[in-house]
């Protein structure tokens, strides 16, 4: 018999090994900390990978709720938050599809509807392979982790603007 399935999952992707790239894997790994010390054993999954691939669809299976959580090019503040749809992308590879490709392959395995799903975007500004964050992304990190916490409780959705989320 198989344990059941989280109600919450967290699903970063990125290369650690490239700066601002990596951002998204470490708040992964601080709302697993997060989670294991302040909500329900079971409650939460998280999750990490260097792209977003056809497989994670089974992921999102029997979930609540879903955020996704990366960096990315060209934020003018610390981080944004939007609402994730089901959408074909167009051209398909099975490696690196965005939030909306995952979700439509979703629902074209599945034939329903894909959990409520949450794009966490962090700003990454620098990309340079064997360099590490520094110290302005790790304070934007810190300002979206306060963010993801209160998203894990449930005390926050997409449609609400993010505070803190401000430069």
Do not use: I, K
């Amino acid at each position: 018999m198989s344990a059941p399935v989280a109600p919450l999952l967290v699903l970063g992707w990125g290369n650690p090994a490239r700066a601002d790239d990596g951002l998204g894997l470490m708040l992964v790994d601080r709302l697993a900390q997060y989670a294991e010390r302040a909500l329900p054993p079971g409650r939460v999954e998280c999750l990490c990978d260097f792209q977003l691939q056809v497989e994670h669809a089974v992921d999102l299976a029997g979930r609540e709720r879903v955020l996704f959580v990366d960096a990315a090019h060209g934020l003018a503040q610390p981080f944004a938050v939007s609402t994730v749809r089901p959408q074909r992308e167009r051209h398909f590879t099975t490696h690196a599809l965005s939030p909306e490709a995952l979700l439509q392959v979703y629902v074209d395995v599945q034939r329903a509807a894909p959990p409520a799903c949450t794009l966490l975007a962090l700003r990454g500004r620098h990309w340079t392979l064997g360099e590490a964050p520094d110290a302005q992304a790790l304070d934007d990190l810190a300002r979206a982790q306060v963010w993801a916490e209160r998203w894990l409780q449930g005390e926050v959705s997409p449609a609400a603007p993010p505070p803190g989320a401000n430069p």
